[in-house]
């Protein structure tokens, strides 16, 4: 999608490996976000970011991690993965603004697994 | 837990009809937004709707919030093969900090 990229677009990995997936973004937006996307929950927010080095945890942040050091790259890392971290990880950005409406522009997705 | 539930969590119609999908949530709300999924695809921003709305449209869109029932739906009109998607609505914290959490959305199937 148009201005924001996500890589690895696929990676299989063994449990209890460190996995680090990256979201760049060229729109300069405040807000970064990381989901997952798994059957039957839809998207669930892991972390979030407000700018740089400001973040925060979402619903199922445990066994994630975060770092924003720049506008443009918010980085997701597994520091083991486990086979329960199979998933699509969706990034997404908004510029937020005073009107309050964080409305998102969704990357391509990456697809991971565990084996 | 999250805070978008979806009704009906599958939806198959024939392409011409009207589509109605609802989103009900919990906590008060800043806004309350619809995005689509084609397979294998990121989610696309359809229609955002604020607590002060009741009714907004887009095209074929149709958007309404009972904030007293704290319940949306989301009606896409004349409905066509193109429409099928998965619609997830999305309620916003803005006033947490940007919070925008999803419900497990609506899988809609539209039958030529």
């Known amino acids: 999608d148009a201005g924001i990229t996500q890589s690895p677009r696929h990676k299989v990995t063994e449990t209890g490996t460190p996995v680090t997936l990256r979201c760049h973004q060229t729109e300069n937006h405040r807000y970064m976000y990381w989901y997952r996307q798994d059957p039957g929950h839809g998207l669930r927010l892991i972390h979030y970011?407000?700018?740089?080095?400001?973040?925060d945890k979402g619903e199922v942040s445990d066994g994630y991690s975060v770092s924003r050091s720049k506008t443009e790259d918010f980085l997701l890392t597994l520091e083991s993965a486990t086979s329960s971290q199979t998933s699509v990880y969706f990034c997404a950005i908004s510029p937020g603004g005073a009107s309050g409406a964080n409305v998102l522009t969704f990357g391509a997705g990456s697809r991971l697994t565990v084996l | 837990s999250q805070q978008g539930e979806e009704d009906p969590q599958a939806l198959s119609i024939q392409e011409g009809e009207n589509a109605t999908m609802n989103c009900s949530y919990k906590?008060?709300?800043?806004?309350l937004q619809w995005y689509r999924q084609n397979s294998g695809r990121g989610l696309v921003h359809l229609i955002l709707i604020r607590s002060n709305e009741r009714e907004k449209h887009s095209g074929r869109l149709r958007v309404t919030l009972d904030t007293s029932k704290k319940s949306s739906s989301l009606l896409i009109t004349a409905s066509r093969a193109a429409d099928t998607a998965s619609y997830f609505c999305?309620?916003?914290?803005?006033?947490?900090?940007?919070?925008?959490?999803f419900g497990q959305g609506t899988e809609l199937s539209v039958k030529p």
């Open positions: 906590t008060s709300i800043n806004n």
């Open positions: 999305a309620t916003d914290f803005f006033s947490q900090g940007g919070k925008l959490i």
């Open positions: 970011s407000y700018g740089v080095k400001d973040t």
